[in-house]
């Protein structure tokens, strides 16, 4: 005989208590590419534990060209949208240096404002040349791990904004698989070799590629400042929202506030 158990009526859990704050220093939202492999965890690995990350992904295809680059802008509006609706975050982050130089910063923030009117919006671009400009480069070499036309569309970027470029340098990588896979040492030999020593810094470019961990060890051999896209964004998101607490272990970078900036992008 088959026993047949009576439907159990839900109770109420009567357990009083007060809401935890999600992000209660802050909430930054992340739009990354759909083939980045990398950029969540460098960025939650410099992020402070009270501030909170929060991602969504723009349509993208391989292999990384400029015109693929370009043709990705047009999701942005839609991949804001859906960076906690209805809650927001307190600024929105673009993941991608590349895509950022052919498509022009202004541009990129005007895509993501469409989709999240008023929010503070920040790129690497943008976070890179004002992180450079707290550490007062001026000369500055350039590591990248894309292909010949990308890396100097990056360069081209910076020595619109009025930065002399000494050297640069590409591993001549055509997708975010290969880009993320480039062993951390590598990218330190290569900020290694690509640096001058006319260079008040290096600049290492590309959110997909890991770089945050060598940040400190370069710096320490280089004996100059060196700046990632990762690092970057995470400064400059953290100074947008107005955060006080320091930031160790990921350069000197965090010892510096942003400085104003005079330079008009060129179209």
């Not at 004996?223 to 970057?232: E, G, L, R």
């Amino acid at each position: 005989m088959i026993s047949v158990s009576r439907a159990v009526t839900p109770e109420p859990a009567d357990v009083p208590y007060s809401p935890d704050p999600v992000g209660p220093a802050g909430r930054i939202g992340l739009i990354t590419l759909a083939t980045d492999f990398n950029s969540e965890d460098d960025l939650r690995a410099i992020l402070p534990g009270d501030v909170r990350l929060f991602t969504t992904r723009i349509e993208n295809a391989n292999p990384v060209t400029v015109a693929n680059l370009q043709s990705m802008a047009a999701d942005l509006p839609r991949a804001a949208k859906t960076l906690l609706p209805g809650y927001g975050v307190d600024v929105a982050i673009f993941g991608c240096t590349s895509g950022t130089a052919v498509t022009g910063s202004d541009k990129i923030a005007e895509l993501i404002n469409q989709g999240m009117p008023g929010t503070k919006v920040t790129n690497p671009l943008l976070a890179s040349e004002l992180a450079l400009r707290a550490v007062g480069a001026q000369k500055i070499a350039i590591l990248t791990p894309y292909l010949a036309d990308v890396t100097q569309s990056v360069a081209d970027g910076f020595h619109q904004r009025g930065f002399d470029v000494t050297r640069v340098m590409g591993f001549g990588l055509d997708n975010d698989f290969d880009m993320t896979a480039l062993p951390p040492k590598a990218l330190l030999e290569g900020a290694l070799k690509v640096d001058t020593p006319d260079a008040d810094a290096v600049f290492i470019s590309c959110t997909a590629i890991r770089s945050a961990e060598i940040i400190s060890d370069a710096e320490r051999r280089l004996k100059k400042p060196v700046i990632t896209s990762n690092q970057a964004l995470i400064w400059h998101a953290l100074n947008l929202i107005g955060y006080k607490n320091p930031i160790t272990g990921f350069g000197t970078l965090f010892d510096h506030a942003p400085q104003p900036t005079n330079q008009v992008e060129v179209p």
